[in-house]
């Protein structure tokens, strides 16, 4: 069965920079869609990054993370990779890597088949 296995979390000062990996299992990773969620205690989850693994191009990104994340793939590893910089202490949450064959993007983080059990991000 399809797994997702996050890593790369921990705590950073604001400004620091982690960067988180998904490394996926019984997955056709170079077809589909891998994001990053997140979701901070009492808030709802929200979109961070997608990108469409097929080409690498089609990438989405919220906009409050533009310009200070980067979401990036290994076929050959089958990992998906969140480099993120400038961190700020909003940024704050557990990180879910999801991956779904059809859907690519934000907006409808439900629409995401597989998930994996996150990562925490704590940004002071």
């Known amino acids: 069965h399809v797994q997702l296995v996050e890593s790369g979390g921990g705590s950073v000062q604001a400004g620091g920079s982690l960067r988180l990996s998904c490394a996926a299992s019984?997955?056709?990773?170079?077809?589909?869609?891998m994001g990053w969620f997140r979701q901070a205690p009492g808030k709802e989850r929200e979109g961070v990054a997608a990108?469409?693994?097929?080409?690498?191009?089609?990438?989405y990104y919220a906009d409050s993370v533009k310009g200070r994340f980067t979401i990036s793939p290994d076929n050959e590893k089958n990992t998906v990779y969140l480099q993120m910089n400038s961190l700020k202490p909003e940024d704050t949450a557990m990180y879910y890597c999801a991956a779904d064959r059809r859907y690519c993007g934000l907006e409808y983080s439900s629409l995401f088949r597989y998930w994996g059990q996150g990562t925490q991000v704590t940004v002071s």
């Open positions: 990108i469409y693994t097929g080409d690498a191009r089609t990438v």
């Open positions: 019984a997955y056709t990773f170079s077809s589909g869609c």
